[in-house]
């Protein structure tokens, strides 16, 4: 009797550890994944910038009205310095990650461009001073461009404006006595140029930018009697590097 209910239970016990392998298990579910958010470079940005000056000319000329004994002249020295100032944009892309991205950016800042010069003619007459923008150097500009992810390459081109300051004496005997001077005249122009941009973080990213910029102005005044023509500019090829803090408003 005892064996038999021994079989019993073993012959139980072995079919229902059939019916439990039988049964289907509960395996936990595969872990979601979720995809990283897509980059852009839409949104508005604000920074701080610096830079020198790697060629240029400052630039005078004489044009009508002249005087008939002042014959046409034309004189160039080479500008030299350093800008500093802030940086103000908004950029717009057409495509997350990889695509189109255009804009539009406004810098302004203290420059001290200048040169010193010593201009002679003949042995009396003589111009010794200097030319130089210690004032704001200000740009209004467009920018397009195309990014890879964080990276961000592009053009640039707008409108320019600064001071031109001029200084020194002029010295003519015979013609006009020693006459000192010392003034300074606003010009504006365009400029154009090209950058690449990284974003270091989703906030913060780092440029560098080419820029080349002509400015012009014509100028009439009188002096000792005599209506006096002028025409005086500055070009000058800019290398810089900024930070920019993106505040990503409608990301």
């Given at each position: 009797m005892k064996s038999t209910l021994l079989a019993a239970a073993s012959l139980f016990a072995l079919m229902g550890g059939a019916q439990a392998a039988d049964l289907p298990r509960r395996a936990a579910p595969?872990?979601?994944i979720a995809a990283p958010p897509a980059f852009t470079w839409t949104g508005f940005y604000a920074g701080v910038n610096a830079g020198g000056a790697v060629g240029g000319d400052f630039r005078v000329a004489t044009t009508a009205p002249r005087p008939a004994a002042?014959?046409?002249?034309?004189?160039?020295v080479s500008a030299a310095g350093f800008e500093a100032g802030g940086t103000v944009g908004?950029?717009?892309?057409?495509?997350?990650?990889?695509?189109?991205?255009v804009g539009v950016e406004a810098d302004a800042g203290y420059s001290d461009l200048h040169r010193a010069y010593r201009v002679s003619a003949g042995a009396t007459q003589t111009a010794i001073g200097g030319m130089k923008t210690d004032t704001y150097f200000v740009t209004?500009?467009?920018?397009?461009?195309?990014?890879?992810?964080?990276?961000?390459?592009?053009?640039?081109?707008?409108?320019?404006?600064?001071e031109i300051g001029?200084?020194?004496?002029?010295?003519?005997?015979?013609?006009i006595p020693t006459t000192p001077f010392n003034t300074t005249i606003p010009v504006d122009g365009y400029t154009v140029g090209a950058g690449l941009e990284y974003l270091i973080t989703p906030n913060l990213?780092?440029?560098?930018?080419?820029?080349?910029?002509?400015?012009?102005?014509?100028?009439r005044f009188r002096a000792f009697g005599t209506q006096f023509g002028v025409r005086t500019g500055l070009d000058v090829h800019q290398l810089k590097i900024g930070i920019n803090y993106h505040f990503n408003l409608f990301n």
């Amino acid at each position: 009797m005892k064996s038999t209910l021994l079989a019993a239970a073993s012959l139980f016990a072995l079919m229902g550890g059939a019916q439990a392998a039988d049964l289907p298990r509960r395996a936990a579910p595969p872990p979601v994944i979720a995809a990283p958010p897509a980059f852009t470079w839409t949104g508005f940005y604000a920074g701080v910038n610096a830079g020198g000056a790697v060629g240029g000319d400052f630039r005078v000329a004489t044009t009508a009205p002249r005087p008939a004994a002042l014959p046409p002249s034309r004189a160039e020295v080479s500008a030299a310095g350093f800008e500093a100032g802030g940086t103000v944009g908004y950029n717009y892309q057409f495509t997350p990650n990889d695509g189109f991205v255009v804009g539009v950016e406004a810098d302004a800042g203290y420059s001290d461009l200048h040169r010193a010069y010593r201009v002679s003619a003949g042995a009396t007459q003589t111009a010794i001073g200097g030319m130089k923008t210690d004032t704001y150097f200000v740009t209004v500009r467009g920018r397009v461009g195309y990014a890879w992810g964080p990276l961000l390459a592009y053009v640039t081109g707008g409108w320019a404006f600064t001071e031109i300051g001029a200084r020194g004496t002029v010295a003519a005997p015979g013609r006009i006595p020693t006459t000192p001077f010392n003034t300074t005249i606003p010009v504006d122009g365009y400029t154009v140029g090209a950058g690449l941009e990284y974003l270091i973080t989703p906030n913060l990213s780092v440029k560098g930018e080419y820029l080349y910029a002509d400015f012009a102005r014509d100028i009439r005044f009188r002096a000792f009697g005599t209506q006096f023509g002028v025409r005086t500019g500055l070009d000058v090829h800019q290398l810089k590097i900024g930070i920019n803090y993106h505040f990503n408003l409608f990301n």
